[in-house]
């Protein structure tokens, strides 16, 4: 049974910082690229971060860089989303992500999991 697990969100006030941590079971966590989105209500989900594979590169959407950091322990199956100068801006549900697409020839398998969330708010 394949399981993506977050945990870290809260209340914080603004300029704090917060440590996202989602945890992955029932597959192969190091084969997979991982991500965190956001979704503030009456908004669409959003693209906040995500790390390839061993090896690649991590890129940010455009309001977080400078500020967010994501990283993952493929020996702990855990992705993490470090989040420091908060402001009340990025309160919402934050998600995380698994993505492996397979190639084969002119195909492709794509696998894609998600977590269930955990609220980021940021208030005084």
């Known amino acids: 049974q394949v399981q993506l697990v977050e945990s870290g969100g809260g209340l914080v006030q603004p300029g704090g910082s917060l440590r996202l941590s989602c945890v992955g079971s029932?597959?192969?966590?190091?084969?997979?690229?991982m991500s965190w989105y956001r979704q503030a209500p009456g908004k669409e989900r959003e693209l906040v971060a995500d790390?390839?594979?061993?090896?690649?590169?991590?890129n940010y959407a455009d309001s977080v860089k400078g500020r967010f950091t994501i990283s993952r322990d493929d020996a702990k199956n855990t992705v993490y989303l470090q989040m420091n100068s908060l402001q009340p801006g990025a309160t919402a549900v934050y998600s995380c992500?698994?993505?492996?697409?397979?190639?084969?020839?002119?195909?492709?398998?794509?696998?894609?999991?998600w977590g269930q969330g955990t609220q980021v708010t940021v208030s005084s």
């Open positions: 790390l390839p594979t061993a090896g690649g590169s991590e």
């Open positions: 029932g597959f192969t966590f190091s084969m997979f690229a």
């Open positions: 992500n698994a993505l492996q697409v397979i190639i084969e020839g002119t195909s492709h398998r794509q696998y894609d999991y």
